[in-house]
DNA sequence: CTATTTTTGACACTTATTGTCAATAGAATA
DNA sequence: TATTCTATTGACAATAAGTGTCAAAAATAG
């Protein structure tokens, strides 16, 4: 199973593709400093910037924002003991969401 | 299936406990309003005071921590179709952590 | 060594969250 | 109805959290 972070992967897939960070921070019109630490984790992505990513590495956006979600997910349940409960809690209700969804 | 709020199912048991607003707020040393609100979703509950009122209710604070966080969880994914998958992943995780936890 | 890339930290700015308070509304009862 | 207790609402200030900008320092490549 893979437990790389979504900053590990992302700045694997921008060193495969050669590209220096200044050029991707260009394309994403940010400061390269603020793209530098989402890679290491010590600023947070937004689903904007991880879907403008997939699209500039021109990889799968699905794969990034599913690792996106479950991080945010992760983070709220951290060190929670009935975390792993409360997950199976929240799938019962978005399966519940999303029959009754057209309703 | 419950689909029933935090802040609903602890109103049913204030309101079961035949206590006012006043008194729990007071137990809690928070401000009424701000237990009102909570109550009704306006505002976010803390873990902490959670657990205080599991304990002020004499209520089991499992179920109630379980929906604590599944509620934090359902907020972040919201309205996202990738939701259950990312919750799946969340899942392997978690359950990885825990495997892992004490090497 | 030099140039380029990356990291780090300080700072200001904006946005979210939280607590406090008082006025208003509602419900129950004398 | 008048009174009292209870609950809701909104305004406001205080605080915390998140974001963007910048420049200096560190690391890497040529």
């Known amino acids: 199973m893979s437990t790389e972070t ?15 960070l200044r050029k991707v ?8 400093a603020i793209l530098s630490k989402m890679e290491r984790g010590e600023r947070k992505l937004s689903k904007e910037v991880v879907l403008k990513l ?8 699905e794969e990034l924002l599913v690792l996106f979600l479950s991080e945010k997910i992760m983070y709220e349940i951290q060190d929670e003991d009935l975390g792993e409960k409360a997950l199976k809690v929240a799938e019962k209700r ?9 309703k």
């Open 6 to 20: 979504l900053g590990e992967k992302l700045r694997q897939i921008r060193e495969q593709n050669e590209l220096p």
């Open 25 to 32: 921070a260009a394309l994403l019109d940010i400061d390269v």
């Open 54 to 61: 997939a699209d500039i590495y021109k990889c799968n956006p």
């Open 94 to 102: 978005v399966k519940y969401l999303k029959a009754n969804k057209t």
